[in-house]
Every structure is written in structure tokens, then in C-alpha cells.
């Protein structure tokens, strides 16, 4: 009996592999971690994925399946939602899930999500993939950012949103003011307390270049 003891814990603490490989099986898998995911459900009709809301009318969709990037697009009240899913590969051949979904009103402003899938589960590590980024990056460096420069709500407006990777190009982070920008031009009196601070904003986009050897993204040029 004690020579199966080494063969049965190596039986039940092998790790459980895992089965998903393409983009579309980690969307689906990804409908019993998140309910965004799981309202926005994708599935084949023929040769072609779709997706439907509510009120089963088609939403924009792109699905490019070599590339491991998925894009599903749904109307909210005042704006557009956006959701990607694409996979980032490690040099050992592990696959990370990155999450994004962005929000487009009189701001963008979104959130990223990279996640492990491990023995059945997701795991959230963003905090040790993407390096800590605000809207502060998105201003120049060598200006001093008077304390006053942003008032309390636009602070909490001027977020931004992102790009994940497709066709091997890059993600970014994006701000995007041309609405408000519009508005202020047009001295829309809705915006005007944000206007000034917009002066402030530098940049619209900041690279974040993923490094497979790492598993982590870092920051790239600003445009």
C-alpha cells in the first residue's frame, strides 16, 4: 500500500489543464465570471458568430478568431459600451485573459482586466501585469499640476478607456475629450466648468507594449 500513496498524490494534485484554447471558448467561458460577458453572449450561425441584446436586435460585432481579439459593441442610455477580449501569450505558451470594457459619454473612461485560468477558475492579476497608469500620465510630466487644475467632479470624469491588442499591434490606453471639446468650442454652457482644465491634457494615448518573457506590460511612447 505505501508505494500507490506517491502515484495517487501525484494523480490528485496534477493540475487541471486547460481545455479553452480559442478566443470564442474563453468569451463563453467567461459568462460564469462576469455579467457583462454573460449579457452579451456570442454564438455561430453558419460561418458567422452574432450577438443579440435584449430585444433581439444584432450588435456590432467583430470576431477575429487568428488573432485572438473579440470586439462587441451595445447602446446605453447616453453613450456606447464597448467590450474586447483578447489573450495575451507568455513565452512559456501560458495564455492570460485581458478584459476591457469602455464606457463613451461626454467622457471615455474604462476598465482593464487580466486574468489567470487556472483548474477551473479566473483569477484577477492585473495588479501584476499592468503598471499603474492616471489621468495624470495623459498630461506633460515637466508641468507643475496645480492643485486647483482639475475641480473635484471633473477628476472623477477624466478617466480613460482601452485598446487591447489586434493583428499584433499594440494596446493602448486612450483618452478621449472631443465631445467635451466640441462643446466647449461651441461655449456650450453644460461643459464650461471643464473647459479650462481640459488645457492641461497633453496626450490621447499611451502604449502599453506587452513583454511575453515578463508577462507584463509596460508604458510606451505618449502621442
Not at 64 to 92: A, M, P
Not at 197 to 223: H, T
Amino acid at each position: 500500500m505505501n508505494k500507490l500513496k506517491p502515484f495517487l498524490l501525484f494523480i490528485f494534485c496534477w493540475p487541471i489543464l486547460v481545455s479553452a484554447q480559442s478566443i470564442t471558448e474563453f468569451y463563453q467561458l467567461l459568462s460564469t465570471y462576469d455579467n457583462d460577458i454573460k449579457i452579451h453572449q456570442i454564438s455561430k450561425i453558419g460561418k458567422q458568430w452574432q450577438a443579440l441584446d435584449d430585444q433581439g436586435q444584432n450588435l456590432a460585432l467583430f470576431v477575429d478568431e487568428k488573432n485572438n481579439f473579440i470586439e462587441l459593441k451595445d447602446k446605453e442610455e447616453g453613450g456606447i459600451f464597448t467590450l474586447q477580449v483578447s489573450l495575451l501569450k507568455k513565452r512559456k505558451g501560458e495564455l492570460l485573459i485581458a478584459l476591457v470594457k469602455n464606457h463613451m459619454d461626454l467622457f471615455l473612461h474604462g476598465e482593464i482586466h487580466i486574468l489567470r485560468y487556472q483548474n477551473g477558475r479566473f483569477f484577477d492579476i492585473t495588479d501584476e501585469v499592468m503598471p499603474p497608469i492616471n489621468y495624470q500620465d495623459f498630461t506633460e510630466q515637466n508641468q507643475s499640476l496645480a492643485t486647483t487644475a482639475f475641480s473635484p467632479e471633473l477628476n472623477q470624469h477624466l478617466e480613460f478607456g482601452f485598446q487591447l491588442p489586434k493583428d499584433g499591434a499594440p494596446a493602448y490606453a486612450k483618452m478621449q475629450t472631443d465631445v467635451i471639446q466640441n462643446k466647449c468650442a461651441q461655449k456650450d454652457n453644460s461643459v464650461i466648468k471643464y473647459c479650462q482644465s481640459l488645457k492641461e491634457i497633453a496626450y490621447s494615448s499611451i502604449e502599453l507594449i506587452w513583454n511575453p518573457k515578463e508577462g507584463k506590460f509596460a508604458l510606451g511612447l505618449k502621442e
